[in-house]
């Protein structure tokens, strides 16, 4: 199964990129920047620094340089290597004097007063004002770089610290964004056919009013065709009683007076039909009230008098009281359901035993101690392919009884309109084989 794609992932990522692309740009620029401060603040060091030290050398300070002598000096050690050497050079270019780190050989640099720069060393050369001594002053372009790069290293540690923060910050933020979405796609999630009210556009975002608005169109269609659907079939299963029922009368009376056996046979099979055509008129009214939510939110009801009137009047019949057990329940049943939703779903359920149990079974109506009801009856096993089926409208079983296969997906949507759950189970509890229904209610 393809992973559905998120949209917090690609644009925390984008962000995350371009981040890091600004902060390492802005780096990147003030590297530049410092680069070229650092070679005014280094210039203008080497310049002061020439200038002071050849004042000295004129000053006769240095006595060693006036006699042209070089004293003897230890090397310096590598921890203590001076970043400024430095050149006191005649007029002929022969080197008089020289730092400690200051190669003997005189520097490759012409004796013209000002920036020089080799491989390794940017040189500043300064003239004695009669002419007779140059200084020439050496930096490492190293020290240079050393500089800079400490300093955009310390520039990459804070991105380094912040990044995983950001990243967090923005998954936050990203997910707070978000949330109308997910609210709206929970609104719509909750439309069916027993809830088509519109979404509620004022409270989400203005990007995601146009999608609202659409929905609600949508709805609204969904909501006009549904009811056509709904009266279509009221107006037709009210309209087939009257005539449904004359027919079946006269059918009847027809019987009693035919004297042909092969006549009575024919007008059998009319009666037999004409019932069915009744009992399906009967499962549309009421399953176009189950449409309508006719299991909708109610008052509180006792459902156990509901149960035993049912009940009892299942029992008036003769070809079923003997075959009904009934457990009734031992403290009263209170649930905030319709009474007349809750009687059309356990007359269907019994309805359904009587119809597709084994003839003479036993069918056990019966309230569990957790406060559901079931209905069981015998019948050989149905498979788990056939029972995820059962709900369906029109749909039915591997049987030859009689029946238009709505009782069950009648007695569904009114209990799921009462927010509870029909279970379906075969074998049945406690037994090996039957079948059995489980109505399920909150309470």
């Given at each position: 199964?393809?992973?559905?794609?998120?949209?917090?992932?690609?644009?925390i990522?984008?962000?995350?990129?371009?981040?890091?692309?600004?902060?390492?740009?802005?780096i990147?620029?003030?590297?530049?920047?410092?680069?070229?401060?650092?070679?005014?603040?280094?210039?203008?060091?080497?310049?002061?620094?020439?200038?002071?030290?050849?004042?000295?050398?004129?000053?006769?300070?240095?006595?060693?340089?006036?006699?042209?002598?070089?004293?003897?000096?230890?090397?310096?050690?590598?921890?203590?290597?001076?970043?400024?050497?430095?050149?006191?050079?005649?007029?002929?270019?022969?080197?008089?004097?020289?730092?400690?780190?200051?190669?003997?050989?005189?520097?490759?640099?012409?004796?013209?007063?000002?920036?020089?720069?080799?491989?390794?060393?940017?040189?500043?050369?300064?003239?004695?004002?009669?002419?007779?001594?140059?200084?020439?002053?050496?930096?490492?372009?190293?020290?240079?770089?050393?500089?800079?790069?400490?300093?955009?290293?310390?520039?990459?540690?804070?991105?380094?610290?912040?990044?995983?923060?950001?990243?967090?910050?923005?998954?936050?933020?990203?997910?707070?964004?978000?949330?109308?979405?997910?609210?709206?796609?929970?609104?719509?999630?909750?439309k069916?056919?027993?809830?088509?009210?519109?979404?509620?556009?004022?409270?989400?975002?203005?990007?995601l009013n146009p999608?609202?608005?659409?929905?609600?169109?949508?709805?609204?269609?969904?909501?006009?065709?549904i009811?056509?659907?709904?009266?279509?079939?009221?107006?037709?299963?009210?309209?087939?009683?009257?005539?449904?029922?004359?027919?079946?009368?006269?059918?009847?009376?027809?019987?009693?007076?035919?004297?042909?056996?092969?006549?009575?046979?024919?007008?059998?099979?009319?009666?037999?039909a004409?019932?069915?055509?009744?009992?399906?008129?009967?499962?549309?009214l009421?399953?176009?009230?189950?449409?309508?939510?006719?299991?909708?939110?109610?008052?509180?009801?006792?459902?156990?008098?509901?149960?035993?009137?049912?009940?009892?009047?299942?029992?008036?019949?003769?070809?079923?009281?003997?075959?009904?057990?009934?457990?009734?329940?031992?403290?009263?049943?209170?649930?905030?359901?319709?009474?007349?939703?809750?009687?059309?779903?356990?007359?269907?359920?019994?309805?359904?035993?009587?119809?597709?149990?084994?003839p003479?079974?036993?069918?056990?109506?019966?309230?569990?101690?957790?406060?559901?009801?079931?209905?069981?009856?015998?019948?050989?096993?149905?498979?788990?392919?056939?029972?995820?089926?059962?709900k369906?409208?029109?749909?039915?079983?591997?049987?030859?009884?009689?029946?238009?296969?709505?009782?069950?997906?009648?007695?569904?949507?009114?209990v799921?309109?009462?927010?509870?759950?029909?279970?379906?189970?075969?074998?049945?509890?406690?037994?090996?084989?039957?079948?059995?229904?489980?109505?399920?209610?909150?309470r």
């Open positions: 199964m393809t992973r559905s794609r998120s949209i917090i992932r690609p644009l990522a984008a962000l995350t990129g371009v981040l890091v692309v600004f902060w390492l740009g802005a990147g620029l003030g590297i530049s920047v410092m680069r070229s401060e650092f070679d005014e603040i280094f210039d203008n060091a080497l310049e002061e620094t020439t200038e002071r030290l050849l004042a000295i050398v004129q000053e006769g300070r240095l006595a060693n340089v006036q006699q042209g002598e070089q004293p003897h000096r230890a090397p310096s050690t590598p921890s203590k290597q001076e970043y400024l050497i430095y050149q006191v050079r005649s007029s002929d270019g022969a080197v008089v004097f020289h730092s400690k780190d200051a190669p003997v050989e005189p520097f490759d640099v012409p004796l013209t007063v000002g920036f020089h720069d080799t491989d390794k060393y940017r040189f500043y050369t300064a003239m004695s004002v009669d002419g007779s001594l140059f200084l020439q002053t050496a930096d490492r372009f190293g020290h240079r770089r050393e500089a800079v790069r400490e300093s955009a290293v310390t520039m990459l540690i804070p991105l380094a610290a912040l990044l995983p923060l950001s990243l967090i910050l923005m998954t936050w933020i990203a997910r707070r964004a978000v949330d109308p979405i997910n609210r709206l796609r929970e609104a719509i999630s909750e069916d056919g027993g809830n088509l009210s519109p979404v509620k556009t004022g409270e989400i975002p203005r990007e999608i609202g608005q659409s929905v609600n169109l949508l709805l609204e269609r969904v909501r006009a065709t009811d056509a659907e709904r009266e279509f079939a009221t107006n037709s299963a009210h309209e087939l009683r009257t005539p449904v029922a004359g027919a079946l009368a006269q059918t009847q009376r027809l019987l009693s007076e035919l004297p042909d056996a092969a006549m009575k046979g024919r007008a059998r099979n009319i009666e037999t004409l019932l069915k055509l009744k009992r399906t008129s009967e499962k549309l009421q399953l176009a009230r189950a449409d309508a939510g006719l299991g909708q939110a109610a008052a509180t009801s006792e459902l156990g008098q509901v149960l035993d009137l049912i009940v009892q009047d299942y029992r008036r019949n003769p070809a079923i009281g003997h075959r009904l057990a009934y457990n009734a329940p031992a403290d009263p049943l209170i649930r905030a359901v319709d009474v007349d939703a809750f009687g059309i779903v356990v007359s269907n359920l019994i309805e359904n035993a009587v119809l597709h149990g084994t003479g079974g036993t069918i056990e109506v019966c309230v569990n101690g957790d406060g559901s009801v079931s209905i069981a009856n015998d019948c050989t096993l149905v498979s788990a392919n056939d029972l995820a089926g059962l369906s409208r029109f749909r039915r079983g591997k049987t030859s009884a009689g029946g238009a296969g709505l009782g069950l997906a009648i007695a569904d949507t009114i799921r309109q009462m927010r509870g759950v029909l279970e379906l189970q075969s074998p049945a509890s406690g037994r090996t084989q039957g079948f059995e229904a489980r109505i399920v209610l909150p």
